[in-house]
Structures are given as structure tokens and as C-alpha cells.
């Protein structure tokens, strides 16, 4: 029998080829991959599948280790939320490829900063999501829709593909004041084309 820490390194592990087996089940063979490491932190790759006029970048790695309430006195090594992100756009209109940064800087997050992303949650990346992007924060949408949730051996809680909205600064400051339910209708009375990359913020009067 394994030695307690050995188990907890074994499933952690074990969990990237399974989440990686996931994504390539519901969005195909990734075209590329680029792998981002921050000190102090485990490595964080970026996967890119493209699907017509669509591409979309997929976290690996933030799921490797749950996430951590910031106000718990001790982290549990397998307990927890577990979480990759997906961002969807429309290939061709902008340079997104650039993208694959600041994604790797949100899935380190829980990592950096003991952060636990929710639906419903803003992150900001401090600037462009990519060259020329009119958007520097996201908003993080409800799982379960293009990737199926991934369900681990207990005690681990499953693993939870959560979409990524850009908003715009204007958006994102107005989300912090109404929510993010009525962005989200607000996006949807307009037709707003979330997967836009050079769309402009929804009228907000």
C-alpha cells in the first residue's frame, strides 16, 4: 500500500489524462497546445480544437489539485472544486491565439491566489485578452453544456468544464452592480454574438 502522500500524488496525476480525454471526446483532436509554467506553481497548458468557423481554447492542469476556500485553515489534498476553463470565438476576426496567456494566468489562479472560480464570477486579467481586444475580464458561465462534467473517483469531487464570456470593461462594471444573471439577459435581449471577438459592449441604459 502506498504511502498516504504517494496516493494523493497518484491521483493527481492521474486526473490530466482523463480531463484531456474528455475535452478530445467533445471537441475533437486539439490542433495545438502551448504549455505555460509561473513560479511556484504546477505547469498549465492550453489546448486549441477548431470546429468550423469556431476555435476554442481549453485549459489542462488547473484541475490537477482542487480548489482551496482561501479561509480554511488547512487545504485538503483531494476534497474540493475542480475546474478547467473554455473559451469559445470566432477564428479569423482577431489575433486570439494570443489568448493562450492570460487563460493560463486565470487556471493558475486557484493556485496563486487560493482563489475558488464559481459560475457567476469576474476575473480580470489587467489587460487585453489578446492584442486589440476590446475585452480584459471575463465572466464565468454555468458548466455542462459543450463538455460534459468529469466525474472522479470518490472522494474527489468531479471536474467541471466552465465557460468563459469576455466582457467588455463597461460590462464587467455594470455586471458588479446588477449581477451576472442580468448581464446575462441583457446579452440576450440584444442577440449579443458572445463568441465575437471584436464586438462592442451591449447598450446599458
Do not use: C
Not at 502522500?5 to 471526446?25: I, K
Not at 505555460?36 to 498549465?44: A, H, K, Q, S
Not at 435581449?189 to 471577438?197: I, K, S, Y
Amino acid at each position: 500500500m502506498p504511502a498516504t502522500d504517494e496516493f494523493y500524488a497518484q491521483r493527481m496525476a492521474d486526473v490530466l489524462p482523463l480531463v484531456e480525454a474528455r475535452l478530445t471526446t467533445a471537441l475533437g483532436e486539439p490542433d495545438a497546445r502551448a504549455a505555460v509554467t509561473f513560479l511556484g506553481t504546477d505547469r498549465i497548458e492550453v489546448l486549441r480544437f477548431q470546429e468550423g468557423d469556431v476555435v476554442r481554447y481549453a485549459t489542462l492542469g488547473m484541475s490537477r489539485h482542487p480548489m482551496t476556500d482561501p479561509t480554511a485553515m488547512l487545504a485538503d489534498p483531494v476534497k474540493g472544486p475542480r475546474a478547467e476553463l473554455v473559451l469559445s470565438v470566432r477564428a479569423g476576426v482577431a489575433d486570439t491565439d494570443k489568448v493562450l496567456r492570460p487563460l493560463a494566468v486565470l487556471a493558475a489562479s486557484p493556485q496563486v491566489e487560493g482563489l475558488v472560480v464559481t459560475p457567476g464570477a469576474s476575473l480580470d486579467v489587467g489587460g487585453p485578452l489578446w492584442p486589440g481586444a476590446p475585452f480584459t475580464s471575463v465572466l464565468v458561465g454555468e458548466p455542462g453544456g459543450l463538455v460534459e462534467d468529469l466525474e472522479l473517483d470518490a472522494p474527489m469531487d468531479p471536474v467541471r468544464f466552465l465557460p468563459l464570456l469576455p466582457m467588455t470593461p463597461n460590462e464587467a462594471a455594470w455586471k458588479r452592480v446588477h449581477g451576472a444573471q442580468a448581464l446575462q439577459e441583457r446579452w440576450l435581449a440584444n442577440g449579443t454574438d458572445l463568441r465575437d471577438p471584436a464586438r462592442r459592449s451591449v447598450p446599458l441604459d
